[in-house]
């Protein structure tokens, strides 16, 4: 629930506070005013992408921040969050919860899921088929879940086994030449039988196998100068001797003379490897003239089939793997077809379960949306539930059926598309319904921008009745220009224009909360675009009622 906001800079609202009811608030003003820039700035909380073109002129960034009240078990670290959001010029967002920065996907995730808008544009998301036939499954309850993850998972089994025997198919289409290439090429590279890391092991060793003699001989001469007599480490060992009575009495010539027993110990060890070294180094001729000719086999490969090795042992996986599957393609082909058919069969099954399960729920769902109309103030409307079996050829991961709602303006009248219902008002109730059907949590915050279009009358009280159920239920917001709907509320806020002195004065957002005679004012303007005796009174009588 949102409790408190804090606007500023946005659009033509340079700072502006509201304090939210925790059931029912409503927004009016004239048309232009600036009541949907409000609800942009909730959006800009609950994760929705932000547009610099928003930024008021003048300013270098929005800023938009609102204290959140969380409902219990909705694993917050409290009951209450603090949320902002701010845009700069150059199109860099912030956001932040607590005052830590989080991503903007973190705000979505956090904080959007506690809220649900419902605007002029949002109307066009429920029209299409595909969000009507998510909008079937979602109302068919948890039990639902696990029928259709079963046939999801069966089509995409399918889908695998049809890939795979199309892949044979083609593997059984190529020309001759084809495999024949992949022969003389398998051939070839496993004449010669490269190994992984053998060319760059070669590249390593031949330098070591031309100079062997060289290396032999320096490794030589520096064994000699440590170990032979009067060398090196005899001089070492002498000045450790020369040490060892004088070290006692002085602390820093201790520590010279342990460092220098170190450096004698590390020289006998170098000098022991440096003769094991000599040793193992050694020109050659053979051992080099088989790495050369081992090299020139490589890169012959190389240049035939590379240009890197890693392509010669790419190519050979290949081509085995081509030719394994032409050997033994009828055996492949058949074991193929078969899983294809286990498949179909589990893709059947799962198709009719999920099929039925949708009926089922189609019923229900319509009998409860027909139920809403009534209480919106349809006389004899109701809205019907289509489904179509889909060719087989026509499935996919949604389903076998095409889903679609109807809607019937009474009895005797033909059940048409949503999309082709005529009357703004009529198209504005049934989004309505099916909004509120959608609800499967409570304690929601809904946000509805002018969803009364083209209301009038005794519908317009219906509305205003339906949406104060809501609040019952749900904290709500709207935006309207129905004195009924306004009425209701138990917080009312105006949008107005203002503008200062002369004529190049900046033209800004003023928000305000009516309550007594200036909620009165409010409403009979609603009403009749008037505040005069007849006016005022009407607007009374509306809040008595």
């Known amino acids: 629930m949102i409790d408190e906001l804090h606007v500023g800079n946005y659009a033509l609202i340079e700072a502006a506070t509201l304090e939210f009811s925790a059931r029912f608030t409503v927004l009016t003003g004239e048309t232009g005013a600036g009541k949907t820039a409000l609800v942009g700035a909730i959006k800009l909380l609950i994760g929705e992408r932000a547009d610099v073109g928003a930024i008021s002129d003048g300013a270098d960034e929005l800023r938009v921040s609102a204290r959140i009240l969380m409902p219990s078990g909705a694993g917050e670290a409290g009951d209450e969050v603090i949320v902002s959001r701010r845009l700069n010029r150059a199109g860099r967002s912030r956001a932040s919860i607590d005052g830590e920065m989080v991503a903007v996907a973190e705000l979505a995730e956090r904080i959007g899921s506690r809220f649900d808008l419902l605007g002029q544009h949002e109307h066009q998301k429920l ?49 001759t030449r084809s495999l024949s290439d992949a022969r003389f090429a398998l051939q070839q590279i496993e004449a010669v039988n490269p190994k992984e890391d053998e060319y760059r092991q070669l590249q390593e060793d031949l330098p070591i196998l031309r100079s062997g003699e060289e290396l032999a001989h320096a490794a030589e001469t520096a064994w000699q100068l440590l170990r032979d007599e009067d060398r090196a480490l005899d001089f070492i060992a002498q000045a450790d001797r020369v040490l060892g009575s004088a070290r006692s009495l002085d602390a820093r010539l201790d520590q010279l003379a342990e460092r220098l027993t170190s450096a004698q110990i590390d020289l006998e060890d170098i000098a022991s490897e440096m003769l094991a070294y000599r040793d193992s180094v050694s020109f050659d001729a053979d051992a080099l003239g088989l790495a050369l000719d081992r090299l020139s086999e490589l890169e012959s490969l190389m240049r035939r089939f590379g240009p890197r090795i890693e392509d010669v042992l790419a190519l050979r996986e290949q081509a085995q793997r081509q030719l394994s599957i032409a050997d033994n393609l009828p055996e492949l082909v058949a074991a193929a077809n078969a899983e294809l058919e286990r498949c179909e069969e589990s ?102 921008d002018e969803v009364d279009a083209g209301i009038g009358g005794a519908a317009a009280t219906a509305v205003a009745l339906f949406l104060r159920r809501l609040a019952d239920i749900h904290q709500v917001i709207v935006v309207t220009h129905l004195a009924q709907i306004a009425a209701l509320a138990d917080r009312h806020y105006v949008v107005e224009k203002s503008a200062g002195g002369g004529s190049d004065a900046v033209v800004g957002t003023v928000i305000y909360e009516v309550d007594g005679e200036l909620r009165v004012a409010e409403l009979a303007r609603m009403l009749s675009g008037s505040t005069d005796s007849a006016a005022l009174n009407h607007a009374r009588e509306l809040l008595k009622r």
């Open 127 to 175: 029209l299409s088929t595909s969000a009507q036939l998510a909008f079937l499954d979602k109302s068919a309850g948890e039990g639902f879940k696990s029928v259709y993850q079963q046939y999801l998972d069966a089509f995409r089994k399918h889908q695998a086994a049809a890939d795979e025997l199309a892949a044979l198919n083609t593997a059984a289409l190529e020309s």
């Open 347 to 448: 893709l059947v099954a799962a198709a009719d379960a999920l099929a039925r399960a949708r009926r089922e729920a189609a019923i229900s769902l319509s009998a409860r949306l027909s139920d809403r109309l009534t209480s919106l103030a349809f006389s004899g409307a109701t809205i019907q539930a289509s489904i179509v079996d889909l060719p087989r050829s026509d499935w996919g991961p949604a389903g076998s059926q095409r889903f679609e709602l109807l809607y019937q303006p009474g009895p005797r009248l033909s059940a048409r598309p949503l999309a082709r219902i005529a009357s703004g008002g009529e198209l504005s109730r049934v989004m309505l319904a099916l909004k509120s059907e959608l609800l499967a949590d409570e304690g929601l915050t809904l946000v509805f």
